[in-house]
């Protein structure tokens, strides 16, 4: 072991000074010199290892020379203050500090902190009391130990939501969900209840407008601007107009049913018919009809709102601006390889009990209660065939094209009959709006540098802001910049949700099958395929990597 003597602390007490006789006291280990550095006054000191190498290596060199009779002199280790390490995040959202303690040097102090942060542009969002924590831990390090926490966090600002229209009537296409309940509690599934219908003043849509958000900050005390929530007319239509009381309500002005439009509600004069038929004659009307009976063999019924049958519809075409509903069912039959008997078009809803052999056309969702059977079935929206309890609804034969998916209990039969299903076709529709927005939003950012390039070429205020002129420039160039702001916040809000919406597209649009899938089911997700084989039970089918997958545990 070498002599403490032979380590002593330099005149400023800055290092520990070794001094050795390569005759006397070598050959050396880096081992022995820092048993040294263990001794009291010099357990506090930072070791500087190529120092200490260097020693070992000269030492033993002269061991047994004629100039290792000479003393040598090394600098061993030194004195070092404590380290304050601020790490902010590339979000500018949060600061850590990092507290490294001394070795033997000045400790951290909390104005050191408080100096480091100024430097360092850290003064919103500060915790004093992670701070002051900080500093207690500090101290209950050993030399060079380190102590770390998130000190400073911004407020994210919270952007506007968007306003939404929420209608306060039922529709008559929600009839056929709600059967009426007898006096015993059964229900009665033939008794669909009275036809909705308004009175003036009724209440029937509510606007809930959009909000401006609120404005955040980032750990440099930059205001963060909050994206508003994009607007929503509430729209009069025919027979309802705007409360004078509150523009936010939309109220029935005449008496009628309630047809729900893109943006709003309207009442129409209900035409009430027993039977179209040959006696009665084809039906082309302004508003809202209602048929108490059938609509026979050949007839043809158009309304600018909703079509209500109360019993069945056979081999007819009904074209309805609004929905159709059928309480009953739709029937038709098979005129040539392609063709069917019974057409209905909406720009709304199609509902009914139970269709076979009609040609279906929806803007809107197609909900069938219990049977759907060799039809041709076209949706913008969902495919539902099923009851409310999700016990009956069977999808049968025919053509499916469902953009948003499907949700049947039971699709295809034990036969074998071949249905085809194609879902979630429209992603590269998706893809193209999302790359034009791309584009809009690089000609925007690139019109964004201009304008701040102008204004920033601008000569110093003093000397403009006398000329009026001058003056009205630089508020059209302000608030055009602000203008291009708001509106590129507002596409890349968009942006997002778009993406969003095509990486989680075939999760979303997919088939769901509550009790089975049977053979010969040709199922088209996007581009993947594939035609069933073997009866599948309860499942959710899905597009992975262009691919049909079947998950029979993540049930809804």
Same mark, same amino acid.
């Given at each position: ?102 070795? *033997?040097?000045?400790? @951290?102090? +909390? %104005?050191?902190? #408080? /100096?480091? !942060?100024?430097?360092?542009?850290? $003064?919103? *969002?500060?915790?004093? @009391?992670? +701070? %002051?924590?900080? #500093? /207690?831990? !500090?101290?209950?390090?050993?030399? $060079?130990?380190?102590?770390?926490? @998130? ?406």
């Amino acid at each position: 072991m070498l002599s403490p003597e032979l380590i002593e602390l330099s005149a400023d007490n800055s290092f520990a000074e070794f001094k050795v006789t390569p005759n006397t006291h070598g050959p050396l280990t880096e081992a022995a010199i820092l048993t040294l550095l263990t001794l009291p006054d010099f357990d506090c000191l930072f070791p500087l290892e190529p120092s200490i190498q260097k020693a070992v290596i000269q030492v033993n060199q002269l061991c047994g020379q004629d100039d290792g009779q000479f003393e040598q002199f090394f600098q061993i280790a030194e004195r070092r203050d404590g380290l304050i390490e601020v790490e902010i995040n590339e979000d500018k959202m949060s600061a850590q500090m990092q507290l490294t303690a001394s070795w *033997g040097g000045n400790e @951290v102090t +909390i %104005q050191d902190i #408080l /100096k480091s !942060l100024k430097t360092n542009n850290v $003064g919103m *969002g500060l915790s004093k @009391v992670k +701070i %002051q924590t900080l #500093l /207690k831990q !500090l101290t209950q390090l050993q030399p $060079g130990e380190t102590c770390r926490s @998130v000190i400073a966090t911004g407020k994210p600002s919270v952007n506007g939501t968007n306003a939404k229209l929420e209608r306060k009537v039922p529709l008559a296409r929600e009839r056929l969900l709600q059967p009426q309940e007898r006096e015993d509690g059964t229900v009665d599934m033939r008794n669909l209840g009275s036809v909705i219908m308004v009175k003036p003043k009724d209440l029937l849509m509510v606007k809930h407008p959009a909000t401006l958000g609120s404005k955040g900050y980032n750990i440099h005390g930059e205001v963060l601007f909050p994206v508003p929530g994009k607007d929503l007319q509430l729209t009069e239509g025919d027979g309802s107009g705007l409360d004078p009381a509150n523009s936010n309500h939309l109220i029935a002005i005449v008496a009628g049913q309630p047809v729900e439009t893109k943006t709003g509600m309207k009442v129409d004069d209900v035409l009430n018919i027993k039977d179209v038929d040959v006696g009665y004659g084809n039906v082309d009307f302004k508003g809202s009809v209602m048929i108490t009976g059938d609509v026979h063999e050949g007839m043809v019924v158009k309304s600018s709102g909703d079509i209500t049958v109360m019993g069945f519809v056979d081999s007819s075409t009904l074209i309805a601006e609004g929905d159709v509903i059928v309480s009953k069912g739709i029937i038709g039959r098979q005129l040539k390889e392609n063709e069917l008997s019974t057409k209905i078009q909406a720009k709304g809803q199609i509902c009914a009990q139970f269709i076979q052999y009609s040609d279906l056309d929806a803007q809107g969702e197609i909900l069938v209660t219990k049977q759907l059977l060799h039809s041709h079935t076209k949706t913008k929206q969902k495919l539902t065939v099923s009851d409310a309890n999700g016990r009956r609804g069977d999808l049968v034969g025919g053509i499916v094209k469902a953009d948003k998916g499907l949700k049947a209990v039971i699709i295809g039969a034990t036969a074998g009959t071949k249905t085809e299903v194609f879902c979630a076709m429209k992603q590269s529709d998706l893809k193209k709006n999302l790359k034009e927005l791309d584009q809009s939003i690089k000609s925007m950012f690139v019109a964004k540098l201009e304008i701040q390039a102008r204004l920033k070429k601008l000569p110093p205020k003093s000397e403009w802001q006398g000329d009026a002129m001058m003056v009205e420039q630089v508020k059209m160039m302000l608030d055009e910049k602000q203008r291009m702001l708001d509106e590129l916040a507002r596409e890349e809000l968009e942006y997002a949700l778009i993406k969003q919406e095509i990486d989680g597209y075939y999760q979303e649009n997919r088939i769901e099958a509550h009790k089975h899938i049977f053979a010969n089911v040709e199922i088209h997700i996007g581009q993947a395929f594939n035609r069933t084989q073997r009866e599948h039970g309860t499942c959710m089918v899905f597009n992975q990597d262009q691919e049909i997958t079947f998950d029979y545990n993540n049930r809804s």
